[in-house]
């Protein structure tokens, strides 16, 4: 995959002035589909929301959570490692690009290629794994671009609407992503 060609991006730290754009993004159910999210709308009110990036900012939830920010300085999305095992060297890759008008145009492979960067050269870890519902083929073809390889089916693995969907469980070693 040629990252020269995908848009300019930066991943930065969270601060609380995100929390109005996070808010905002929670209540489009085309955000949030594939987000493993409570089942209510809105799923958070503003203040859990101010809650969750607090505890991101703080570090003491267990994510490595990260704003994305387009070339032009807007925030768009968020980024995060999580379920972060140093003993065995992996963690687990999420991302979401909620503000629409970014879909389909790179910015969340810029943004993930930044994270795989940071994940395999900061925290030294060998494999960044993810989970994918089965019918998000959008994020499915986009993970592959990315050079990420299926794993696995998780069956029944997340609880959509009252139904269970599948999840493919994917990865990318060090090696297969520096080289």
Known sequence: ????????????ELTLNDVEDRYQWCFDKEVTKHLNMPEKYPPFSKE?????IQM?????????????VTGEGIHIGWIDLKNIDKLNKH???GVAIGNKNYWGKGYG???MNQMLLWGFNEL???????RVEVDN??????????????EGILRQDR?????????LRMSILRNEFLN
Not at 48 to 52: A, I, K, M, P, Y
Not at 56 to 68: D, F, H, L, P
């Open 137 to 150: 083929e959008k994020a499915i073809k986009s993970y592959k671009r990315m050079g990420y390889v299926e």
């Open 159 to 167: 609880l959509r609407n009252g139904k269970f969907v599948d999840r």
């Open 109 to 111: 492979l810029s943004a």
């Open 91 to 93: 963690a687990e890759l």
């Open 56 to 68: 991101c900012i703080n570090k003491r939830n267990g994510y490595e959570q990260k704003a994305i």
């Open 48 to 52: 859990e929301t101010q809650n969750w």
């Open 1 to 12: 995959m040629k990252t020269n060609e995908l848009p300019k991006v930066h991943i930065r």
């Open 124 to 130: 030294s870890l060998n494999k960044i794994w993810l």
